[in-house]
Nanobody, 126 residues
């Protein structure tokens, strides 16, 4: 079973930057899309960013466009999320996710993903 391990979370001041990383292991499928989601207490996970297997296509939530950048390194089975100009509303638990399968697509729906990381907390202070 695939395992995802996130790193890079923590506390940052508004306007600052933070980089998240997610390493995937024990993946038996050759191709998989990856995504990032955010969750706050009492709410469902919401889409943040996604990237296709090739890395050629990315998609972002409107609220983070121009501030967040998702990338991947297939040789290392990792996906990264570079966050800049962070705002208090970016606070939450961030999860990376994997969608198995062929094709070069991205996915924005929580239920479209097959495996999830354990999540890590990002706190943006005013």
């Amino acid at each position: 079973q695939a395992q995802l391990h996130e790193s890079g979370g923590g506390l940052v001041q508004a306007g600052g930057s933070l980089s998240l990383s997610c390493a995937a292991s024990q993946l038996t499928f050759e191709h998989y899309a990856m995504g990032w989601f955010r969750q706050t207490p009492g709410k469902a996970r919401e889409f943040v960013a996604a990237i296709t297997w090739s890395g050629d296509v990315t998609m972002y939530a409107d609220s983070v466009k121009g501030r967040f950048t998702v990338s991947r390194d297939n040789a290392k089975n990792t996906v990264s999320l570079q966050m800049s100009n962070l705002k208090a509303e970016n606070t939450g638990d961030y999860y990376c996710a994997v969608r198995l399968g062929s094709g070069d697509y991205y996915y924005t729906g929580e239920y479209e993903y097959d495996y999830w990381g354990q999540g890590m907390k990002i706190t943006v202070s005013e």
